[in-house]
């Protein structure tokens, strides 16, 4: 399995650490939302310093793959056409998460926001391969 890269490691660990005590406290529902809460936050001041089109996937796979690498995430981009592209992660930047809660859900904490952001209204993703299923990299295939 994939890891996160050691540099980032306190980075990682304090959002999961967040989110674990947030789920022993409230439930894995309140834990959930403060992590959107705190991951919005942070992804929306970081593309918000940088200038994009909203709607073009190769300013989305520009604007998110300097941001990852920013954090240390190994990420690649693929089939990227004006109506999708597929977004992978080599690493896995919550593995302590793994059997806390469903791997979807975490997702959704970042990509509904990523999508929604950078790309707009009427855009979707779907996730067919994961990390925490054995899989080489977690792909997602966002598509309009």
């Known amino acids: ?3 996160t890269l050691a540099r980032n ?3 990682f660990s304090a959002l999961e650490n967040m989110f674990l005590v947030e789920k022993e406290r409230h439930g894995a529902e309140q834990a959930l939302e403060l992590f959107t809460s705190v991951i919005r936050r942070g992804l929306r001041k970081a593309y918000s310093t940088q200038s994009y089109m909203k709607g073009d996937t190769g300013d989305f796979a520009r604007v998110v793959g300097a941001r990852d690498k920013a954090v240390g995430l190994r990420v ?17 930047p919550f593995p302590n ?6 791997y979807g859900d975490l997702d959704a904490t970042y990509m509904r926001f990523k999508v929604d952001f950078l790309l707009g209204n009427g855009w979707h993703y779907s996730t067919g391969k994961h990390l925490w299923l054995g899989n080489k990299y977690t792909e997602h295939v966002i598509m309009k």
């Open 97 to 102: 998460l793994k059997g806390q809660v469903n």
């Open 1 to 3: 399995m994939a890891e």
């Open 76 to 92: 690649e981009f693929d089939d990227i056409k004006k109506d999708g592209l597929v977004y992978r992660f080599l690493d896995d």
């Open 9 to 11: 490691e306190a980075f």
